[in-house]
């Protein structure tokens, strides 16, 4: 399957700080990419675990006794890395977001340049599609979907016109949604603006945000002392749970202190954000959003 060269690719695998007889999982799989370049610095006694619910990720499985590749979701890592045999490892590479792969494959409905069905699965498995929430859900839904996971002001407006859309006739394709949206969809911002609302489809088609609050708070536990996480985030909802997460073991709210207003936290960050050059950029855009968090079990 064809994939672009991996986000931040050297900076990510450097976070980790690998061991060459050290475990370490890759919970995006993907292409492989990141996983190949983890596996270049294992020596012969290593182990790298990869997670992709996508079975397009399968036809990229990598030939290597130190290698296994587990066709699941990245919210189940704690249970199969134990089935594996493996209750904690060295470190955790996660690249969150939708492959370069996803995006450039028309029927799988994830980009706004092709005419296709809406769908946004990432396991294609799954029971719930782009259709089944543009066309059952309520207008109360669309609202909440559009305003919370694509941070669009005009979410209410937006919800009505596709539920009146819809009452002429299902919208199946993505040219039938920009119908129903037009008016919302001006030359200038049409691409903006249509971006936000496919990430926030996207984003309740696969419960995104839940499955990342579901994996980061496993990491402490699947972690060894003094392992690292290397997280690569692409919107600001993802990357402001990672910042949390990373700095006081919560999504929201504050952490109990003690007496002293001292709290305790499973991670301590490992330097500073690290986002792609300019250089980067130009030859990956999907690179432009991108912002790697570095953090280490206490």
């Known amino acids: 399957m064809d994939y672009h060269k991996p986000v931040l690719l050297e900076e990510t695998v450097k976070g980790l700080n690998v061991k060459p007889d050290g475990i370490y999982v890759d919970v995006t799989f993907g292409g492989g990419g990141h996983s190949k370049e983890i596996l270049k610095q294992l020596g012969p006694n290593g182990k790298l675990f990869a997670f992709d619910q996508d079975k397009d990720a399968l036809l990229n499985i990598i030939d290597d006794d130190r290698f296994t590749l587990i066709n699941e979701n990245f919210k189940y890592v704690k249970r199969f890395l134990r089935f594996h045999g493996a209750k904690q490892v060295d470190g955790v590479l996660a690249d969150f977001g939708v492959s370069s792969h996803q995006f450039d494959v028309a029927e799988r409905g994830f980009s706004t340049r092709f005419e296709a069905d809406l769908d946004m699965r990432m396991n294609q498995d799954d029971s719930v599609s782009a259709f089944n929430v ?7 839904q669309i609202k909440h979907v559009l305003l919370q996971y694509g941070e669009l002001r005009q979410a209410p407006a937006m919800a009505s016109a596709i539920v009146m859309a819809r009452k002429e006739n299902e919208i199946k394709t993505s040219e039938q949604l920009k119908l129903a949206l037009k008016q919302f969809l001006n030359h200038q911002r049409e691409n903006k603006v249509l971006a936000q609302i496919y990430q926030a489809i996207r984003i309740e088609v696969n419960q995104e945000i839940e499955a990342l609050k579901a994996f980061l708070k496993q990491t402490p536990d699947i972690l ?4 690292r996480i290397s997280m690569i985030s692409y919107h600001s909802l993802e990357d402001r749970l990672v910042k949390r997460f990373i700095r006081n073991g919560l999504f929201e709210g504050e952490p109990d202190r003690d007496v002293f207003g001292n709290f305790e936290v ?4 490992v330097g500073g954000l690290i986002i792609p050059t300019k250089e980067e950029i130009k030859l990956n855009n999907r690179a432009r959003s991108a912002k790697l968090r570095i953090a280490e079990k206490l």
């Open 266 to 269: 499973p991670l301590r960050k």
């Open 224 to 227: 060894v002392k003094g392992g």
């Open 134 to 140: 543009i066309n059952n859900y309520d207008e109360e």
